[in-house]
């Protein structure tokens, strides 16, 4: 018989951490019967219509302290659920989820195994927020992540920072997040609803517009190229797309850069373009960048915490970042976090250097198959039975 396995996550809304979730919930069927909670009721990715979803129906709009008052009800909710179920394995992912599992332990009594799995790297996206809210979130994660029985990390630098900047005493592993090559390699021959011109180089990049993805520094960089013949593809959405249009028009960039809107199949325009960039300030372990190299595609990324150096430079020192000047590795491009010029150097170094790009991309598949879902899934097998 299948142990009951609980996932909890704030939705299925596109991101990383959702995609990663999205996975788990198609490839571990046969191994657990698969319970998922969802802050909020929101499913953009496809996933098994068998999966019991338990909706916690609470709103996005409310603000910080609502939603901190609100985690005691939550809590409780969802170890009745527990109970009832005879759920004794659950898996939490992002903050909100992982506090509500520690109150399921800590106040309800909670007897199941609990893992919490962390998705960035907290001490530098704590950085950019202010001092109360850096501190409260602070102190729930570390509250969070010791009443865990184990927290999963998705890169080394990662685990580093959860057991140093937020001092935990859980054990802390190290998974990386998987790709599913199968299912990219049919979805990159879909049709796309853009028509590519084979004179022109393309530059794509795909992610949610928030501060942290750092698009503005895209922009910036791609206009320091100023060339006639090449495009920079913008393939997602979010809150910052207005500002990024008006800096698009400041730029003069008008007829260069594309807006492509979300779309849950970045893979088929992925194909068609030349050069992936990846601009962010913070990341955990982008999986747009996996995906990308996955797609065959010659890389440049912000050598920010935590990930692109992992995934394109394995073999250098993780704690290493650069600061004032671009540098080829082994598997991609590796740039100075919100440095336009270097990053427009370096994708400048794969517009005009083909068979830089043919090496790249020849490598890229490669390493791509280390993170393929059927090598990785039964590492989280292991780590949610315990």
């Not at 698969?34 to 709103?59: C, F, M, T």
């Not at 903050?95 to 909670?110: F, H, S, T």
């Not at 300030?281 to 915490?305: H, M, R, W, Y």
Request: charged share 25%; net charge positive.
């Amino acid at each position: 018989m299948r142990k009951k396995l609980l996932l909890t996550i704030n939705s299925l809304r596109s991101g990383g951490a959702e995609r990663v979730v999205s996975q788990l919930l198609t490839h571990l069927q046969d191994d657990f019967d698969i319970h998922l909670a969802l802050y909020n009721k929101v499913i953009e990715y496809e996933i098994p219509k068998d999966i019991k979803i338990i909706d916690l129906k609470q709103s996005e709009a409310d603000n910080q302290f609502l939603t901190l008052l609100k985690l005691p009800l939550l809590s409780y909710r969802l170890s009745r659920y527990c109970k009832k179920n005879d759920i004794v394995h659950s898996v939490a992912f992002l903050n909100r989820p992982c506090y509500i599992n520690a109150l399921m332990r800590k106040w309800w009594g909670y007897k199941g195994r609990i893992v919490m799995c962390e998705r960035t790297h907290q001490s530098t996206m704590l950085q950019t927020r202010g001092r109360l809210t850096r501190w409260i979130t602070k102190f729930l994660v570390k509250f969070s992540y010791n009443r865990a029985d184990l927290v999963l990390a998705n890169s080394k630098a990662m685990k580093i920072d959860i057991e140093k900047y937020l001092e935990v005493k859980t054990p802390v592993r190290v998974i990386y997040n998987p790709v599913d090559l199968v299912e990219l390699k049919t979805k990159m021959n879909e049709p796309v609803p853009y028509e590519f011109d084979p004179a022109v180089f393309y530059f794509i990049s795909v992610g949610n517009f928030r501060k942290e993805k750092n698009y503005p520094l895209l922009l910036e960089a791609f206009a320091t190229i100023k060339k006639d013949n090449c495009k920079l593809l913008l393939i997602g959405g979010g809150y910052m797309e207005d500002v990024l249009r008006k800096r698009v028009e400041e730029l003069g960039l008008r007829q260069s850069v594309v807006f492509c809107g979300k779309d849950s199949n970045p893979f088929k325009y992925l194909k068609h373009a030349q050069c992936f960039v990846m601009c962010s300030d913070v990341e955990g372990f982008p999986n747009v960048l996996l995906e990308a190299i996955a797609c065959g595609k010659a890389a440049v990324s912000t050598d920010c915490k935590s990930g692109p150096r992992e995934l394109l430079a394995p073999h250098t020192d993780i704690a290493y970042q650069l600061t004032d000047k671009y540098s080829i590795e082994e598997f991609g491009l590796l740039s100075p976090v919100n440095n336009p010029v270097m990053l427009g150097k370096a994708m400048l170094r794969l517009m005009e250097n083909p068979a830089l790009r043919k090496v790249l991309e020849e490598k890229s598949e490669a390493r791509a198959v280390q993170f393929d879902i059927n090598q990785i899934r039964q590492h989280f097998v292991s780590a949610f039975e315990g």
